[in-house]
């Protein structure tokens, strides 16, 4: 697919800040199935910023706003051309050995119900791959997407016992049972293109990626119960939303803080003729 991604994040504040700093995980990579054709970023103000690639391997940015400033724009644009690859990522960096994601975080560390979870799924399917399988579809069929319910230090246990939560909940989720099973998992940012033509979306998306002994890096999306296909790009991994996600920061200033997000994942025109 050729998809375009307009990503726009608003900080308005009640009184102006003295100082700013934002790092930002929204520029991403080719790789074997995601071509980057355009991509842009761009700062409604007057800022500094400066481009590295951390641990992980992610694109990073890092913003700094000299003050005296009440509102900040970041804009994102690009287009991606997809391709289907069942979910499996090939050439993409990889500064890291598989091994070091089955470490645990405060996020994504498993509890006993994760546990029992990832206990009687390994007992059921003795085959690694259609284990985690089954693990997408189970937890997409337990849990309930609810907007609203969790914040973003919401735990991966807490989560599970409430029964419901985001994208993030859910990926959560799976990089803690994954790794009780003895499988490498890791926590995926982007973006997704709804098939049902909803185009404006309140966020970014994210989901897991496990590692597979002779397949790889393979990406499931238990929010959606599905593997990742052409409509996904993957922006950013890590351990946890923590490490991958898509703006975090520190402002010196007093009052209160407005963050809005808009994103709008489109089908380009060329490709919507044909």
């Known amino acids: 697919m050729h998809l375009t991604i307009d990503y726009r994040t608003d900080y308005r504040f009640s009184q102006p800040q003295t100082r700013i700093i934002q790092l930002l995980r929204v520029t991403p990579d080719s790789h074997a199935g995601q071509i980057i054709v355009n991509w842009t970023l761009d700062v409604e103000c007057d800022a ?59 996020l994504s560390r498993p509890n006993g119900a994760i546990v029992d979870l990832a206990t009687r799924l390994a ?27 969790t914040q973003v230090d919401t735990d991966a246990g807490s989560a599970f016992e409430a029964g419901h939560g985001v994208c993030q909940d859910f990926a959560h989720i799976f990089c803690a049972a994954a790794r009780a099973m003895g499988t490498p998992a890791r926590y995926v940012s982007g973006h997704l293109f709804r098939r049902d033509g909803l185009e404006e979306q309140p966020a970014a998306h994210a989901w897991t990626e496990a590692y597979v002994t002779g397949f790889g890096w393979i990406a499931f999306d238990p929010a959606n119960g599905i593997c990742g296909d052409d409509a996904y790009v993957r922006v950013a991994t890590g351990l946890d939303y923590a490490a991958a996600a898509p703006l975090s920061g520190a402002r010196t200033g007093g009052g209160h803080e407005n963050l809005s997000v808009a994103v709008r994942v489109s089908m380009s025109q060329s490709q919507q003729q044909n």
């Open 48 to 106: 500094r910023l400066r481009n590295h690639v951390d641990g992980y391997g992610n694109k990073v940015t890092m913003l700094y706003v000299p003050g005296p400033v009440d509102h900040v724009s970041v804009n994102v644009w690009g287009e991606v051309f997809t391709d289907d690859t069942a979910g499996v990522i090939r050439d993409a960096p990889e500064p890291l050995p598989p091994a070091i994601f089955l470490r645990s975080t405060p």
């Open 123 to 149: 007992e059921v399917e003795k085959d690694e791959l259609s284990r985690l399988h089954l693990l997408n579809r189970e937890l997409n069929r337990r849990m309930r997407f609810d907007p609203g319910k």
